[in-house]
């Protein structure tokens, strides 16, 4: 597989299938593991840096659920292509930074994802469109016990999993859901929810994880005790609270409809109507005309639109993917101008 392929590819996130759709986009389990006897991809030198690289490299190609999985050196990937990845939630941030000694394994289907020598030596993920952590968890067992009798893992029976920042000791685990949430911003219910799930001891991130900020109502919400309860357990918390916010945004989206039901409507043609029509738009703007639009798709307000082709935009309208599909490096005025264009012709044809 090339990172071109990608192009004419759905992420798994986007493809606005499976549980509760309508309000969950993703599903996804991480795991964090590390060599053991190992120093951590902070501490290593570059030596050490490449030599973990490489034995990793060495077990993933043995395991045989990863057969069909591509192995980029960062190294080797232009900046470009390195936003692309992050864009498409395959890695993180911080992982397309001092890309030395870096590499990124992705399957065929971008369902799996694996990051090594970013804050751990390996931080894998399985993502899941819509509202299924356990089948997230399923395949990501699978792949971890696989990796498990190829390398040397550092475990301790009293602490678990050894982490380079000890909030993910134990089981290593980080599970987290995204979810749309506009009827309760557009409330003002969001930060009395958003509160409660704090002390409840949960974190929310914005649309990029961790360090951004929510846009166009998107919230992941993710645990963070991954020391004491099982990987069960930790799911099963996630799912109880996240049954209760799908609840709180349902009874939003009807007290919209039940009281202001033409203004909404008037917010989500007019938005629809900017976004088909727009010739200059930036990628914040966008984020927010998309997330009322699919708001009205998921109210059937918006009857000629599916939801998967909103959720395409979200993702195709971003900084690097136009540069991709333009095949050059744009200026932020030039990929404002392309993307309105963009946006344009796929709303039109429908």
């Known amino acids: 597989m090339q990172l071109n392929d990608l192009l004419n590819h759905t992420s798994e996130w986007l493809k606005g299938t499976g549980p509760n759709s309508d309000i969950v986009i993703s599903s996804r389990i991480r795991l964090a593991r590390n060599l053991d006897k190992a120093r951590f991809p902070h501490w290593a030198d570059k030596v050490q840096g490449r030599q973990t ?33 992050v864009e498409r939630h395959l890695m993180s941030l911080d992982h397309a930074q001092k890309p030395e000694n870096k590499a990124l394994v992705v399957d065929d289907e971008e369902i799996i994802s694996i990051m090594i020598n970013e804050e751990d030596h ?11 952590l356990f089948e997230a968890w399923n395949i990501i067992n699978i792949i971890d016990d696989g990796l498990a009798k190829e390398l040397n893992i550092a475990f301790l029976p009293n602490w678990g999993y050894l982490t380079a920042c000890p909030t993910n000791a134990g089981t290593g685990m980080r599970g987290s859901v995204m979810l749309h949430l506009p009827a309760l911003v557009m409330t003002r219910s969001i930060d009395r929810v958003l509160a ?41 918390s996630i799912n109880g609270l996240i049954r209760q916010i799908i609840e709180q945004e349902k009874q939003a989206r009807d007290n919209l409809l039940t009281k202001n039901g033409p ?23 966008t984020i927010e005309l998309l997330s009322m639009v699919r708001l009205g798709c998921d109210l059937g307000m918006v009857k000629d639109i599916d939801r998967r082709a909103i959720n395409e935009l979200f993702i195709i309208t971003q ?9 050059i490096k744009l200026s932020s005025e030039e990929r404002d101008l392309k993307r309105a264009e963009l946006i344009r012709n796929k709303l039109n044809i429908h």
């Not at 991130?205 to 020391?227: C, D, H, K, P």
């Open 53 to 85: 690289l490489e034995t990793i490299k060495e077990g993933i190609a043995r395991v045989d659920y990863l057969k069909r999985t591509t192995f980029f050196y960062l190294a080797d990937v232009d900046n470009v292509d390195k936003q692309f990845l």
């Open 122 to 132: 390996i931080r894998m993920q399985v993502m899941q469109s819509g509202f299924n």
């Open 196 to 236: 409660a799930i704090a002390k409840l001891s949960f974190a929310t991130r914005g649309l990029y994880g961790e360090g951004t900020q929510a846009m166009g109502n998107f919230f992941q919400i993710s645990n963070q005790v991954s020391l004491g309860p099982s990987e069960n357990e930790i799911i099963e």
């Open 263 to 285: 203004l909404l409507e008037d917010r989500i043609n007019r938005s629809l109507g900017i976004l088909k029509s727009a010739r200059i738009i930036s990628s914040q703007e």
């Open 319 to 327: 900084p690097a993917h136009l540069q991709k599909i333009e095949n």
